[in-house]
């Protein structure tokens, strides 16, 4: 069964602080990894996009790595800050398919305290 | 900028009411858009696609006499919940991919919260 889980559900840390989100997978065929940002009430927004090959990817303070063999991925944030408070949404993309093709995670809710 | 812009972005209404949301792509014409539905503490899950010119592909277990999708211009999608009942309040949001192939990033509009009472 396609499944994408994320760990941890929840979490609280302090302005300033670094975190590290979990991501496993076992969709398949794999086609690419994604990281999207979700607001309360706002749409999902991209962070990173990574491919098999990709091992790593960077966008300002967040950084994504991926263990194809392993089906991991995680989301690491850098020196947190109030507006990083959010859900954190990992998604894998099934080769094959449609764009749309898209397994999403619960995601992981971030509150980032003063 | 934005490259989606959903409307509205809340509705409540009464059981039985037919409720229309807007997807509209901004400054580009998108073949396909893609609706999703997000329950609380859930993931988004896709309902359909929807395609320009022709009937929207639904997912197992969407009704697509309930969940009516019409995407006549390239530029704006609509889907409209058919007497809506309790169950059906959630989140819904639309999505684009603004360039073919693998691998491109996917925008979403804002959300539309529907709530049934």
């Known amino acids: 069964k396609n499944q994408v889980e994320q760990s941890p559900q929840s979490l609280i840390i302090l302005e300033g602080k670094n975190c590290t989100l979990q991501?496993?997978?076992?969709?398949?065929?794999?086609?690419?990894l994604r990281w999207y940002k979700q607001d309360t009430g706002r749409g999902p927004v991209s962070l990173t996009i990574m491919t098999f090959s990709e091992n790593t990817k960077s966008n300002g303070r967040y950084t994504a790595t991926l263990d194809a063999d392993t089906k991991q991925s995680s989301l690491h944030i850098t020196a947190s800050q109030l507006s990083d408070s959010a859900s954190y949404i990992c998604v894998v993309s099934r080769g094959g398919g449609s764009q749309g093709n898209l397994i999403f995670g619960k995601g992981t809710k971030l509150s980032v305290k003063p | 900028g934005a490259v989606v812009s959903q409307h509205p972005s809340w509705v409540i209404c009464k059981s039985g009411t037919s409720v229309k949301i807007e997807c509209r792509s901004l400054?580009?014409?998108?073949?396909?858009m893609f609706w999703y539905r997000q329950f609380p503490k859930q993931s988004l899950m896709l309902m359909a696609t929807s395609n320009e010119g022709s009937k929207a592909t639904y997912e197992q277990g969407v009704e697509k006499d309930k969940f009516l999708i019409n995407h006549a211009s390239l530029t704006l999608s609509t889907l409209t919940v058919t007497s809506a009942h309790p169950e059906d309040s959630s989140f819904y949001i639309c999505?684009?991919?603004?360039?073919?192939?693998?691998?491109?990033?996917?925008?979403f509009g804002d959300g539309t919260r529907l709530s049934i009472l």
């Open positions: 991501c496993n997978y076992t969709v398949s065929p794999f086609s690419n």
């Open positions: 999505s684009v991919f603004t360039r073919t192939g693998k691998n491109q990033p996917q925008h």
């Open positions: 400054d580009f014409q998108a073949t396909t």
